[in-house]
């Protein structure tokens, strides 16, 4: 009998020790904890904390015993408190930490923090209180606020960006627009030049003939006739070429390639040129390739001889002769710097002839002005 009182009693004392022993174990989580904590009574009066709170808040010691749990918040958010507190002991809930609630403390000094809370409540012998945990979110909640100015920062850019954009969209049709209007007027134009200066030049073209037909026999007058005509062929010319030109720009050349010798093709121009020759000069022809039947537009391949002869006699000194030559229907040179056979390229794959021969233009800073080998390939 006294065995069993015995162990009776030891067991009382270890279940006695157990339960200190748990109080123990819970005292030091609530005063060890890395957040704050907080037990009100219903009325909301600060019942218990931990030091965590203390360092948080700014207090030290029991100072925050017995005093009302809103003086831990903001001054214009005391008064609103009070009722959701209320409202809260009438219907008591577990409230997770955060729940999307913008909420904020209010330390001793009077300066305030942003916060996140959560709720609970228990019973002890028919009394509730509620346990708060608060969370310092400082750190976080300024790099959301630094994450929400480098959007707005962002989406100012963008904004900016955009409007700068549109404002290049429209001086760029702007532009395009002007650079239509005016490519229309430079049309109108070149037409109507065509036009008005094909009749001056055919008057005057049979004005000098008639004059050579009349005063054959006088050099002087012989010499500016042929100055004239020379001239006038020079104006034609031009005329023609910025026809061409004008054509092309606008896709309304028409190519009628057909099969023609190339030789009389070039002999023919080459003569009509000759007259445009300054004093000494000469123009001469070569062709050295076997094949001289070529596939092309005759009217346009001879705007190309054309312009090349007329720059070579343009560009080049006087007393220097002019050498055109071709080893390939699909090739032409002029220089006057060497006789046929010299000074020109021979062989590499032809490209085709997509305009007719842009003007050259000779160096300004050459002494003797000469004409440099000059090449076209055509189609």
């Given at each position: 009998?006294?065995?069993?009182?015995?162990?009776?009693?030891?067991?009382?004392?270890?279940?006695?020790?157990?339960?200190?022993?748990?109080?123990?174990?819970?005292e030091?989580?609530?005063?060890?904890?890395?957040?704050?904590?907080v037990?009100?009574?219903?009325?909301?009066?600060?019942?218990?904390?931990?030091?965590?709170?203390?360092?948080?808040?700014?207090?030290?010691?029991?100072?925050l015993?017995?005093?009302?749990?809103?003086?831990?918040?903001?001054?214009?958010?005391?008064?609103?408190?009070?009722?959701?507190?209320?409202?809260?002991?009438?219907?008591?809930?577990?409230?997770?930490?955060?729940?999307?609630?913008?909420?904020?403390?209010?330390?001793?000094?009077?300066?305030?923090?942003?916060?996140?809370?959560?709720?609970?409540?228990?019973?002890?012998?028919?009394?509730?209180?509620?346990?708060?945990?608060i969370?310092?979110?400082?750190?976080?909640h300024?790099?959301?606020?630094?994450?929400?100015?480098?959007?707005?920062?962002?989406?100012?850019?963008?904004?900016?960006?955009?409007?700068?954009?549109?404002?290049?969209?429209?001086?760029?049709?702007?532009?395009?627009e002007?650079?239509?209007?005016?490519?229309?007027?430079?049309?109108?134009?070149?037409?109507?030049?065509?036009?008005?200066?094909?009749?001056?030049?055919?008057?005057?073209?049979?004005?000098?003939?008639l004059?050579?037909?009349?005063?054959?026999?006088?050099?002087?007058v012989?010499?500016?006739?042929?100055?004239?005509?020379?001239?006038?062929?020079?104006?034609?010319?031009?005329?023609?070429?910025?026809?061409?030109?004008?054509?092309?720009?606008?896709?309304?050349?028409?190519?009628?390639?057909?099969?023609?010798?190339?030789?009389?093709?070039?002999?023919?121009?080459?003569?009509?040129?000759?007259?445009?020759?300054?004093?000494?000069?000469?123009?001469?022809?070569?062709?050295?390739?076997?094949?001289r039947?070529?596939?092309?537009?005759?009217?346009?391949?001879?705007?190309?001889?054309?312009?090349?002869?007329?720059?070579?006699?343009?560009?080049?000194?006087?007393?220097?002769?002019?050498?055109?030559?071709?080893?390939?229907?699909?090739?032409?040179?002029?220089?006057?710097?060497?006789?046929?056979?010299?000074?020109?390229?021979?062989?590499?794959?032809?490209?085709?002839?997509?305009?007719?021969?842009?003007?050259?233009?000779?160096?300004?800073?050459?002494?003797d002005?000469?004409?440099?080998?000059?090449?076209?390939?055509?189609?």
């Amino acid at each position: 009998m006294i065995a069993v009182a015995t162990l009776a009693s030891n067991t009382d004392q270890g279940m006695r020790q157990v339960a200190m022993d748990i109080r123990h174990v819970g005292e030091l989580l609530f005063t060890t904890a890395a957040e704050g904590l907080v037990v009100v009574d219903r009325e909301g009066t600060i019942l218990l904390h931990n030091p965590r709170l203390n360092e948080m808040f700014g207090h030290t010691g029991e100072e925050l015993k017995g005093r009302p749990i809103e003086d831990l918040l903001p001054d214009a958010a005391r008064a609103h408190h009070v009722h959701h507190r209320a409202n809260y002991a009438e219907h008591p809930v577990p409230r997770s930490m955060g729940m999307g609630m913008d909420l904020w403390g209010q330390r001793k000094d009077g300066s305030i923090f942003p916060v996140e809370v959560s709720l609970n409540h228990f019973n002890v012998k028919g009394r509730m209180y509620v346990m708060g945990l608060i969370t310092d979110v400082t750190l976080r909640h300024e790099a959301e606020q630094a994450l929400h100015r480098s959007k707005q920062d962002l989406e100012e850019r963008v904004e900016q960006r955009t409007a700068e954009l549109r404002e290049a969209e429209k001086s760029v049709r702007a532009a395009l627009e002007k650079e239509r209007e005016l490519h229309q007027l430079k049309s109108r134009f070149v037409a109507m030049a065509s036009h008005e200066f094909r009749t001056p030049l055919s008057t005057i073209m049979g004005s000098v003939d008639l004059i050579g037909r009349y005063a054959t026999g006088d050099e002087k007058v012989d010499k500016h006739v042929k100055r004239i005509r020379s001239k006038v062929r020079e104006l034609t010319s031009m005329l023609n070429e910025f026809l061409s030109l004008e054509r092309i720009e606008q896709g309304q050349t028409l190519v009628n390639p057909t099969s023609f010798d190339i030789i009389h093709h070039c002999i023919e121009q080459i003569e009509e040129l000759r007259g445009l020759a300054k004093a000494g000069q000469s123009i001469d022809y070569d062709h050295s390739g076997e094949e001289r039947t070529i596939g092309t537009d005759r009217q346009m391949l001879g705007h190309v001889i054309t312009n090349l002869v007329t720059n070579a006699v343009k560009y080049s000194p006087e007393n220097k002769p002019i050498y055109v030559a071709h080893d390939d229907p699909r090739r032409f040179a002029t220089d006057h710097r060497a006789g046929p056979g010299h000074g020109y390229s021979h062989g590499g794959p032809a490209a085709p002839l997509r305009a007719v021969l842009p003007w050259w233009q000779c160096d300004d800073h050459t002494r003797d002005r000469s004409w440099p080998e000059h090449r076209e390939t055509l189609p």
